[in-house]
């Protein structure tokens, strides 16, 4: 199955929420209630009050004099809003900024409980190997003995080496060890998996600030991404989420996984409209594969029901 087609079947639960009103506004007259209606389906799927009103907004300005069968006019509409919401973040792939990046380029991972997030850096980490790179993991989520263990796991299956301590460990020294080992072993990417934290607990928070802290200390510069997991069926609460452990770490870029399981695909839209934060990868599925690089155009395309273009 080709990437798009992916990408089209993870967001057809969003798209359905989407499609089926627009289809009731296709070929019929613009009336308010249609366009209400609309409206109501868009910040359903939780693209987002300002999105959502942009979008009808334009519409209405597209469609004046004319009625709402010129289906090419409110397609277009749609499409041509969420880019501009998307365009102004799309920024480089983590490939790219790790091409770009001093050696070792520091990822720190971070996020709620069950995101996805110790299998997303683990997907990550199986990318650059398939590239040619060689990562680093490093266990510093240290609360969950489970954690450790799959994140062993994994560095097994993918042929990378885990630097892990025991459970209950203080996570900023796990990092520490982590970035002494990169320096020494000529390591091109260091990937470090901390604990979810619910990003209402304070003490949490200053832990993860701590980490971040001690990484910048032993290596000037790093962290250089910090990537933020998000789970999409959350939607305005990923949302929420985002807002937090921005204000706490700064993030630098957005993972956003469970696609295909969420009818609210366009929380992506929302949280890159309202952040600026650029969206690095999105997940559309449990295979390896299904782990990919954000396409703004791609995304609206499959959100809205076009073909690859």
């Known amino acids: 199955m080709g990437w798009f087609q992916r990408l089209s079947e993870g ?25 209400e ?4 389906a868009l910040i359903a799927s939780d693209l987002g009050v300002h999105v959502a009103e942009r979008v009808i907004n334009r519409l209405k300005q597209s469609l004046q004099g004319t009625d709402a069968s010129q289906a090419t006019r409110v397609q277009e509409a749609l499409q041509q809003t969420l880019l501009e919401a998307l365009t102004p973040v799309t920024g480089p792939s983590l490939e790219q900024l790790i091409a770009k990046g001093p050696k070792p380029f520091v990822i720190l991972a971070v996020g709620v409980n069950g995101v996805g997030k110790t299998t997303t850096i683990a997907k990550i980490a199986q990318r650059l190997v398939q590239g040619g790179r060689t990562p680093l993991l490093v266990a510093a989520d240290t609360f969950r003995a489970a954690a450790i263990d799959q994140l062993q796991v994994w560095a097994d299956r993918v042929g990378v080496e885990l630097i892990r301590h025991r459970h209950g460990a203080d996570p900023a020294a796990v990092a520490f060890d982590g970035l002494t080992a990169a320096k020494a072993r000529s390591v091109d990417v260091v990937l470090i998996d901390t604990a979810g934290r619910l990003h209402t607990k304070s003490n949490l928070m200053d832990e993860l600030r701590k980490v971040n802290r001690v990484i910048g200390q032993e290596l000037p510069g790093a962290p250089h991404e910090v990537l933020l997991v998000l789970d999409a069926t959350l939607g305005q609460n990923a949302l929420a989420q985002a807002r937090q452990f921005h204000q706490a770490v700064g993030v630098t870029g957005l993972a956003l996984t469970k696609l295909d399981g969420t009818a609210r695909g366009g ?12 969206v690095r990868l999105i997940g559309v599925g449990e295979g390896a594969d299904d782990l990919q690089d954000f396409q703004p155009k791609a995304f609206v395309d499959a959100l809205i029901g076009l073909s690859a273009g």
């Open 11 to 35: 967001l057809a639960k969003t798209r359905s929420v989407v499609r089926g009103s627009l289809d009731r506004l296709l070929g019929r007259a613009a009336d308010p209630a249609l366009l």
């Open 37 to 40: 209606e609309f409206e109501a």
């Open 267 to 278: 929380i992506v839209v929302a949280i890159a409209d309202e952040l600026k934060l650029p």
